[in-house]
């Protein structure tokens, strides 16, 4: 009977302790941080927004856009980012879409001025980011039909001197956190984690073709060869089995891209000759497609020093690191669409750094006698032609 009325004593001790601590965590469990529930006194957003719009140099360089392209981006991703609660206030749209522009740089500093916490701003960017390319995709960087082929050989030719080209092509590996699952598959050999990106551009530096995700464990030859871009072009993409004469001449070649030592040689990819034995007829061809090349190494530099999230290592999973990555060249593309090229600086050619790196010199090339008839073709054309 003792033994019973002891426990009973001590049970009644420990109640009020064990209610206590109940109520404690309860006060923990917060919808919202306390410091983080002053975002709309405190938040950077909330004070800068209406100051910026006075200041169109200063927007530019917060949003890295102009205001017009800014608010006619959000009429057409507003509603997707919509969010609905009746039991606290919810992020705006516009806000959701400011963080995600703010993204190139550090995600802590972007918490600390803006006011959310680390997880809410990953999660913002990984929606934003999923909006943007599913809403935009097809009308600022759709695959180019015959006609826009068509134009855009005439401007590669106008504006770069290389006829019946229709885009350069480059390819980059983009360093991403070492992932949780499937590690050594992109673990490249140049010692670090990295998934690639490989564009076509076109005479004006919009991105008309976007490939990313292959590992960076495959050789650089791969890449191309596996990648959906090449079995595209192999089925007739872009018109690359459609021969054209070319300017002034009755010499019909076909469409190709323009690309670097790295890429094989094909009817449809055009290479630089060999260094050894380089005559002075091949040195020419070297020379002209070389500058015509320019157009994608511009372009890569110009996303790099723009949203220089790139120049860093990606702290997220390879499938939202090939998500920012497709978002950032659609980016690019709008703002080519909405002001033109006057902010860009094209001038300004790819930095040299280590997150960023082209392909190594390691690729095979097992040329057909027709894709070495039509660069000899280009040779003597540039020839007469200078």
Known sequence: MALHEDLCDLYALETPLLLARRRAQKRRQQWVNDILSKRQMFGEFSHMCKDLKK????????FLMKCDTFQCLLNKVQDQLKKYSTFRETISPEERLAVTLRQGFKKTSVCHCLYFNYVTVGRIIHETCNVIWELLRNDHAPF??????????????????????????????????CPKQSRSMYYNYKKYFSIVLQGVVAADYRFICIDVGAYGK????????YSNLAKQLERGALKVNCETELPGTELPVPYVLVGDEEYPLKTFLM???????????EEIFNKRLAHARQVVECAFGIVSNKWRILLKALEVTPERAEQIVKCICLLHNIIIDKEGMTDLRPTTVEP???HLNRFATRGE??????????????????????
């Not at 495959?218 to 060869?225: E, L």
């Not at 090339?365 to 200078?386: E, L």
Request: with cysteine; aromatic share 14%.
């Open 55 to 62: 200041d169109e140099s200063q927007y530019f360089g917060y």
């Open 144 to 177: 180019p039909s015959e006609e826009q082929v068509d134009h855009i050989a005439a401007e590669f030719y106008r504006k770069w001197r290389f006829p019946n080209c229709v885009g350069s092509i480059d390819g980059k590996h983009i360093r991403i956190k």
């Open 218 to 225: 495959q050789s650089d030859s791969g890449i191309f060869g």
């Open 271 to 281: 290479r630089p000759y060999p260094q050894r034995r380089l005559g002075s007829e």
């Open 352 to 354: 040299s750094n280590p």
């Open 365 to 386: 090339n097992r040329s057909t006698a027709r894709a070495c008839d039509v660069r000899d073709t280009f040779k003597m054309y540039f020839v007469n032609n200078p």
